[in-house]
């Protein structure tokens, strides 16, 4: 099961703005569970990579705690076949990403077992391409 939106209103995407001119969405820098993972610069996360931290995650917390994904890929990302001459349009969508600034919790986990979700959240460190730091509530 990968990350990917159902639907959205357009097929393609522009690049869009710098990271670092999107607005700020205050919730996204609130810890709501028990421990939390944020991100301490801008990146971009591939929906494989959410994945891949999603699932590390569940298989050290399983029953004894709630995970909440607190960032979304909805930003498509198109690519060219290789080898494919100058022109023609745009190409097909490849994958895709979720825009992320520093100070947003990626995920949290809402649990009782503290070093239990540490140790999940370290798990989940490794498989991400940008710096980040645990967090307690």
Not at 84 to 113: A, N
Request: hydrophobic share 35%; with cysteine.
């Amino acid at each position: 099961m990968l990350f990917t939106p159902k639907n959205s209103k357009y097929k393609k995407q522009q690049k869009g703005r710098a990271f670092n001119k999107l607005n700020s969405l205050t919730h996204l820098y609130k810890l709501k569970g028990s421990v939390g993972l944020k991100a301490l610069s801008f990146c971009r996360l591939t929906s494989k990579q959410l994945n891949s931290i999603h699932q590390s995650i569940n298989k050290i917390v399983k029953k004894l705690g709630r995970i909440q994904m607190n960032v979304f890929p909805q930003t498509p990302i198109s690519k060219k076949p290789k080898e494919i001459r100058m022109g023609k349009g745009k190409g097909s969508v490849d994958h895709w990403v979720s825009k992320v600034k520093p100070g947003t919790i990626l995920c949290e986990i809402k649990t009782d077992f503290i070093p239990i979700g540490i140790k999940a959240l370290k798990t989940a460190q490794i498989r991400l391409p940008v710096k980040t730091k645990i967090i307690f509530n």
